[in-house]
């Protein structure tokens, strides 16, 4: 049977093709980031990538006799990375995964980010926790592809410093890269904490980023969303220029199980990356 | 084109047809009628408003394996994809209420962009046969959202009782084709004319109309009528479990020892937990909320997507819900219902 790992797979193919069936995996490697958050790298039996994904996309990944749960992904060379937060019964067992171990892979699902828009303009990125990860996706190819690009930016927020992921990237590699800032906030801070403390949108209002030709992507928790979203605005940030991606719970990943939708829109069809302006337009239900 | 079959004809083919094909017919039961397959005994038809679980079953069973596997520690052995059942089936006796729902659960399962095998390889092995609808039920709406009870549409075949006859239409090629052989006959002038003036008032107000109004004039997300609404509801999601068009479903794992199995069943979106994020937010939190979302997915939602309400009226989420929660007092409330219809 056709699945997503035939490179051969016409679109007509692609239609019979049974997308709740799972690719086999296995754990490549498995990288702590803080003390709840892993990093896992995700390829073939044969190590090599599953599928592609481009930046913004997400994957259904599961534990034979645990479940399944929609996670953003990133490509590496010959894997994916997905960072799990340990919230629940699957990433609890993610957790106690050890690499080699198999898994169940399947999509990739939703639309990225369109980077044509983003092409040839300043880019400020805004991420809350493991809202880093989507956004790391594009920092990645964004560093990959440095010349298409303007100034960089980058807020991050996190409860504590012990609780920042992708922390070498973080610290020393992206502040440290051509013509990026890199601020970094925290809600409580420790005794050698030298960096800002507070929330995101304190942050973005003090550091009042640059306007123009920029866009803005952020992600994180709705809460932060929302009153970035705010901030953003009162700085004179068009709705048209924010961007962000959104997380809800999915069984699916194509339109049918019902329970990701905003209004009519269906966010592992439609999106998970959506302008402001376009959420606008949708009832406040994320 | 309209064909005409004897009952004891009809019978007698159905009988007939149990050679090589299983046949569900509504069966009588203590807690209502049931699809089930038929013996061949007497059908008992007498009560027969419509069947207590929507014929949505059939082809998006309540439970149903996606796939098998095996779990060894720290490995995983083989990943079996589940093929559904490709048994030939007919089913006699549907709703056109519930045919028109297979044809709206077609939008989903049978997409442009993603085809459910399961559902799609049940859908080409059915043949359904409906039975018009001489007399409605008390909590019938179908004519009230341009609903025709003698419609043919999501049938291969409709029949429409008369006397000691069925009349028969045809809602697909291979219903035609069933239909242009023995032991069925076209029907006279005299029995055409009688089928269209059966057909004479079908709905009340087109389907067009009434979606144009569910479009139009449905209240704000943020209007203080969805505070009333929600107010009784239980959220025991029976309605969202006997509606013939909600399609809501969830995927779970059932392991014993070694083997495993991950299983698709009927989800509500009146539960809380259906759209709880694993960080603990929920964007439906109350009852408010889901109960908004039953009613825009059905009358706003849908028709955006698919051009089509999703509701039939067969009024079952009226007959059953343990609060009368109705429905068609909701649409009234919300200012999408005509307002000359009485309840």
């Known amino acids: 049977m056709a699945n997503s790992l035939d490179p051969a797979a016409t679109a007509d193919d692609v239609k019979r093709i049974n997308a709740l069936l799972p690719v086999k995996a296995k754990i490549l490697r498995i990288t702590q980031e803080t003390p709840d958050v892993k990093l896992f790298s995700i390829s073939t039996l044969d190590e090599q990538l599953p599928f592609p994904v481009s930046p913004g996309q997400l994957v259904m990944l599961s534990v034979f006799g645990m479940g399944e749960a929609i996670f953003a992904a990133s490509a590496g060379e010959n894997c994916l990375e997905v960072a799990v937060k340990r919230v629940g019964i699957l990433t609890e067992a993610l957790h106690e995964a050890k690499a080699g171990q198999t898994m169940g892979i399947r999509g990739p699902y939703g639309n990225g980010f369109s980077l044509d828009i983003f092409q040839g303009r300043n880019l400020l990125f805004i991420a809350g926790g493991i809202g880093l990860a989507p956004v790391r996706s594009l920092i990645k190819h964004v560093l990959n592809h440095r010349k298409d690009f303007g100034h960089l930016q980058l807020i991050g927020g996190f409860r504590s410093p012990k609780d920042l992921v992708f922390k070498r990237e973080l610290t020393e590699i992206w502040p440290v890269s051509e013509d990026f800032d890199v601020a970094i906030t925290v809600d409580k801070a420790e005794e050698d904490w030298r960096g800002h403390v507070g929330y995101v949108p304190d942050l973005v209002k003090k550091l009042k980023p640059q306007l123009d030709e920029t866009a803005c992507i952020l992600c994180g928790p709705p809460v932060m969303l929302k009153n970035t979203f705010n901030v953003l605005e009162e700085l004179a940030f068009s709705p048209e220029n924010i961007y962000t991606t959104l997380e809800m719970r999915m069984k699916c990943g194509i339109g049918q199980c019902g329970r990701c939708n905003i209004g009519s829109c269906y966010v592992c069809l439609d999106g998970p990356v959506f302008s402001l302006a376009q959420l606008r337009a949708l009832p406040d239900e994320y | ?343």
């Not at chain 2, 699809?35 to 679980?53: A, I, Q, S």
């Not at chain 2, 698919?306 to 007092?329: L, T």
Request: proline share 5%.
């Open chain 2, 1 to 343: 084109m309209i064909y005409q079959i004897r009952k004891d004809d009809f019978l007698s083919w159905l009988k007939k047809q149990r050679e090589g094909k299983k046949v569900l017919v509504p069966t009588r039961k203590e807690e209502g009628y049931l699809f089930l397959p038929w013996v061949g005994d007497e059908l008992d038809l007498r009560e027969y408003t419509n069947t207590l679980k929507p014929v949505k079953d059939v082809f998006f069973p309540q439970w149903e394996t996606l796939i098998r596997y095996r779990v060894e520690k720290e490995k995983s052995g083989e990943i079996v994809e589940e093929t559904s059942r490709t048994e030939p089936l007919i089913l006699f006796g549907v709703r056109p209420c519930d045919a028109k729902s297979i044809k709206l659960l077609d939008n989903v399962f049978d997409g442009e962009k993603y085809k459910d095998p399961y559902y799609c390889q049940r859908r080409k092995n059915t043949l359904i046969i409906s039975l018009g609808c001489r007399e409605l039920g008390p909590t019938c709406f179908c004519q009230n959202i341009g609903i025709n009870p003698l419609s043919s549409e999501g049938s291969d075949i409709l029949l429409v009782e008369f006397e000691d006859r069925y009349l028969a239409q045809s809602g697909s090629d291979t219903g035609l084709e069933i239909l242009e052989q023995a032991p069925f006959t076209p029907a006279e002038s005299k029995e055409q004319k009688i089928f269209d003036e059966l057909n004479g008032n079908p709905a009340r107000l087109n389907e067009a109309e009434f979606r144009s109004l569910a479009l139009n004039n449905m209240p704000d997300f943020n209007d203080s009528v969805w505070e009333k609404l929600y107010q009784k509801c239980l959220n025991c999601g029976i309605c969202t479990y006997l509606c013939p068009t909600c399609h809501c479903f969830d995927i779970s794992e059932m392991t014993l020892d070694s083997e495993g199995k991950r299983v698709r069943s009927w989800d509500s979106c009146m539960y809380s937990s259906f759209t709880l994020h694993g960080s603990g937010h929920n964007p439906r939190p109350t009852g408010k909320e889901r109960i908004r979302q039953r009613i825009m997915h059905k009358f706003n939602y849908f028709p955006q997507n698919y051009g089509v309400i999703a509701c039939v009226g067969c009024g079952r989420c009226v007959a059953e819900c343990p609060v009368n929660f109705d429905v068609r007092e909701a649409l009234k409330l919300l200012g999408v219902w005509k307002d000359d219809l009485q309840l």
